[in-house]
Each structure stands twice: as structure tokens, then as C-alpha cells.
């Protein structure tokens, strides 16, 4: 069974909106959380990880993520969206040395 | 300095060919991964490595997938006769070691397409 998903396919937001990419997970003990991002025609580029610590995660390109253990998710966010954060968005699980992905979420951001 | 880099970028063959994929690694970096992405679907582990050896081949689909690793640096994932179910972007990540704190850096990954 996936141990994260991406309940979202799509995410359609204007420039300057707040932007919400969800993730759940359903992993037993500790999660150990990440999130990518992948341009088109470029690979994966590492956003933000949670391990231990602040739930309130901050990572590049001004995104931050926030751990809640209650509600088993980690969305993605960003207070305000440019059209560059256009590109699809992965949520993934590391457990026994590897990455498990959700099937990601497509974000587009209209001007 | 060089990301990870992967050879060619794409490959078009016929059912029933046998195709290899290159990965090159981020210097330094002992794990090496690899992962496939199908269309509309998410990141499928495949196989990594450290160093040389491959602990976890478990993602593999089946025997017509083999994948090796030489001198602890470049892999080559191999695909013998290919079915058209094989086709997708094959990605390859390599990080400092297995550790959840070493960060995977990914490569621009190799589409292939199975006519």
C-alpha cells in the first residue's frame, strides 16, 4: 500500500494567491517526510524534509510544509504563488533507504 | 560542480529489443538509485546501490530488468526485451550514502518509448 498520497491531481491558482499542495501519509511509527519538485523536461529538485523538530518545515524557493502528526499530513504551501511555481509536485515517504513517491500533483499558476 | 547526468535522453526502440540506460553519478556520492515514472503516475523505485552492491532490488518488475554498478561510480540499467509497458522516464538519483539526511539529487532522467 502507498504510504503517502497526493489526494489532488491538479491545483490551479492565480499569481499572488496563497498556494496549498496536500500530502497524507499513513506510515507506522515515524514518518520521515519529503517533498520534490520537477520542472519540466528537468529532474527532481529537493524542496523541504521532515524528520524530527519544528513541525513548521521551511525550505527553498520560499515553500514551507507543516507536519501534523493529528491529521497524518504534510501539505505543501506557499503564501504567495508566482507563475514559475508552475511544475508538478511529489510527496514522498523515505523508509529502508529509499523513497516512496505519491503520484504527484500538477500546480499551475495563472497570471 | 557536475549534477547527475544520464545517457541518452531519450530512446526509441522496438518490442522486443534489448536497451541500455547510462547513469553518472555525482562524484563522491556512494549510493546510486534508480526509479521509473510512468505517464500520470508517480516515481517507481527500482534498485539502488551502495557502492558496488545492490541490497534492495525488490522495485525491479521483473527478470528482463538487470541493473549493475562498476568502480563504484557509473550504472547502466538494462531492459532486455522490451515490452511497451516499459515505456516511461527512467531517473537516476545519487546521494552521499542511504541516510535519510543525505539528500538524493536526481538526474534529467532517460524517456523511453516502446513502439
Known amino acids: 500500500a502507498q504510504s503517502v498520497a497526493q489526494p489532488e491531481d491538479q491545483v490551479n491558482v492565480a499569481e499572488g494567491n496563497p498556494l496549498t499542495v496536500k500530502c497524507t501519509y499513513s506510515v507506522s511509527g515515524n514518518p520521515y517526510l519529503f517533498w520534490y519538485v520537477q520542472y519540466p523536461n528537468r529532474g527532481l529538485q529537493f524542496l523541504l524534509k521532515y524528520i524530527t523538530g519544528d513541525n513548521l518545515v521551511k525550505g527553498s524557493y520560499g515553500f514551507e510544509a507543516e507536519f501534523n502528526k493529528s491529521q497524518t499530513s504534510f501539505h505543501l504551501k506557499k503564501p504567495s504563488a508566482l507563475v514559475s511555481d508552475s511544475a508538478l509536485y511529489f510527496c514522498a515517504d523515505y523508509n529502508d533507504y529509499k523513497l516512496s513517491f505519491g503520484a504527484g500533483t500538477t500546480v499551475t499558476v495563472r497570471a | 560542480g557536475a549534477g547527475v547526468s544520464q545517457s541518452p535522453s531519450n530512446k526509441v526502440t522496438e518490442k522486443g529489443k534489448d536497451v541500455e540506460l547510462r547513469c553518472d553519478p555525482i562524484?563522491?556520492?556512494?549510493?546510486l538509485y534508480w526509479y521509473r515514472q510512468r505517464l500520470g503516475q508517480g516515481l517507481e523505485f527500482l534498485i539502488y546501490?551502495?557502492?558496488?552492491?545492490?541490497?534492495?532490488k525488490s522495485g525491479l518488475p521483473s527478470d528482463r530488468f538487470s541493473a549493475e554498478r562498476t568502480g563504484g561510480s557509473v550504472s547502466t540499467l538494462t531492459i532486455q526485451r522490451t515490452q511497451q509497458e516499459d515505456s516511461a522516464v527512467y531517473l537516476c538519483?545519487?546521494?552521499?550514502?542511504?541516510?535519510?539526511?543525505?539528500?538524493?539529487?536526481f538526474g534529467p532522467g532517460t524517456r523511453l518509448t516502446v513502439l
Open positions: 538519483a545519487s546521494s552521499l550514502g542511504t541516510s535519510l539526511y543525505n539528500e538524493q539529487f
Open positions: 562524484s563522491g556520492h556512494t549510493a
Open positions: 546501490f551502495q557502492g558496488n552492491s545492490a541490497p534492495d
